[in-house]
């Protein structure tokens, strides 16, 4: 049995991040006084009196537009009440119903759906009397808790676990993820189009501003029968380039989603170079040792002839050497060109990456290379490299035992980088070689 999905809306700035933090016990969504920080949806999982509920938070509702987000947000959490099993509908309460409260009460009266209205910012005893001036909006139960403090917060779980009916625990199944791919790239390169194509459905919002997305948002998909965690996120720019606390906080998402992800989906813009930026997002992501496959997007905007698409990628490897071992897509999400090659270059390179090599494979490859290529003779000294083992995967790190590991030349360790990537097919793999005194 699936976990029951919550989904938490109202309108900016109720302390529907702020709830939904809570439960998850870290910082998932962003928080800021400003309105209308979240825009997408993020979804999260916790676990109550022996029940896993999974909660979804949306951007403000707002009836009318105001901004190019307005309508897509909008979209976005009436999206969510159509998915989910019960809706948390939160108000403010230090203020009276709003207009925009009670537009909302009619789209979600309209869904059919469960409902629970969590009245929000009753911090003290006496304040749960705030709850009385929205009976008028004629919803019931209507639960005072504070988001910010924790009070009431289990009350709220309990009205929830009770609404839905978990009377007793459930089997839940077991969350398995076999790769979980973060899309990353600077501003404005097609992240969202590119998560969208791969869901086959609007799950993030779209538009031509730079900085749409600010959450990290994880969507999962079936591909040939594997469990993926898709995450969308934030555009990484240099650090003096971010403009608020906001951005501040989108950049520091999209560091995480790197570091906790299998593969990343590189992502540059095909109409304009790669930049030195870009240089240094792909530089992060093989530090971090992760898997990547760079793509550049909106190649349907580039005037092209015969050389176009080589004359391209091979400046990009010429900006940056270590691009030499990572697969390059040339693709438009937009018109969906080429999509279908994204999922099996990242579940190849993640095969890649998980490798668990013999060690009489690899001393048989050893002897076969250093027959080819002996070391060369440093400061009189004869070089040997005496035995090769893998002391880990995912990525791959190998131990090499050689009597001077220290007079080993830089040239001959790129030479059996090389030679190990021809033979083991590492291709997107950020390998490390390691030379230790026999």
């Not at 998850?24 to 979240?38: C, F, S």
């Not at 929000?120 to 919803?139: A, I, Q």
Request: charged share 30%; proline share 4%.
């Amino acid at each position: 049995m699936a976990a029951p999905l919550i989904a938490i809306v109202g309108r900016p700035n109720v302390g529907k991040s702020t709830f939904f933090n809570r439960l998850l016990k870290r910082r998932k969504a962003i928080v800021d006084p400003q309105e209308g920080i979240t825009r997408d949806r993020v979804y999260g999982t916790t676990e109550w009196a022996g029940h896993t509920l999974q909660f979804v938070d949306t951007g403000g509702f707002i009836p009318v537009d105001e901004d190019a987000f307005t309508a897509a947000v909008r979209d976005q959490a009436k999206q969510a009440m159509a998915e989910a099993d019960l809706v948390l509908f939160m108000v403010d309460g230090r203020e009276d119903p709003t207009a925009s409260d009670r537009t909302l009460t009619d789209f979600i009266r309209k869904s059919g759906k469960k409902l629970i209205v969590a009245v929000n910012k009753c911090d003290t005893l006496e304040s749960n009397d705030r709850v009385n001036g929205f009976h008028v909006l004629g919803l019931e139960p209507l639960i005072p808790f504070s988001a910010l403090t924790g009070r009431l917060t289990g009350d709220l779980l309990d009205a929830i676990v009770e609404k839905l009916d978990l009377k007793r625990n459930p089997e839940m199944e077991e969350d398995r993820t076999d790769l979980r791919l973060a899309i990353v790239g600077m501003p404005n390169v097609g992240k969202s189009s590119l998560a969208n194509a791969l869901l086959k459905k609007e799950k993030s919002i779209v538009t031509n501003v730079p900085g749409t997305t600010r959450d990290a948002v994880d969507s999962h998909l079936k591909w040939h029968g594997k469990d993926i965690t898709l995450v969308d996120t934030a555009g990484l720019r240099k650090k003096s380039k971010a403009m608020d606390n906001i951005e501040f906080y989108s950049t520091v998402r999209s560091r995480k989603s790197i570091a906790s992800c299998d593969v990343a989906l590189m992502l540059v813009d095909g109409d304009t170079p790669f930049g030195k930026q870009d240089k240094a997002i792909a530089s992060l992501i093989i530090k971090s040792g992760k898997g990547m496959v760079l793509i550049v997007n909106k190649w349907d905007l580039v005037e092209k002839d015969s050389n176009t698409l080589s004359e391209y990628e091979k400046e990009m490897r010429y900006q940056y050497r270590e691009l030499a071992h990572y697969p390059i897509l040339f693709i438009s999400a937009k018109t969906k060109q080429r999509i279908s090659k994204v999922l099996e270059a990242a579940d190849a390179v993640h095969e890649a990456r998980n490798q668990s090599i013999s060690t009489s494979k690899l001393n048989t490859f050893l002897k076969s290379a250093t027959r080819e290529f002996h070391p060369p003779a440093v400061k009189g000294k004869n070089i040997q490299i005496k035995y090769i083992t893998q002391v880990h995967y995912g990525p791959p790190i190998f131990a090499l035992f050689t009597n001077y590991p220290k007079l080993l030349p830089i040239t001959y360790k790129r030479y059996l980088d090389n030679k190990m990537r021809e033979h083991f097919g590492f291709e997107g793999v950020p390998l490390k070689l390691t030379f230790r005194k026999k």
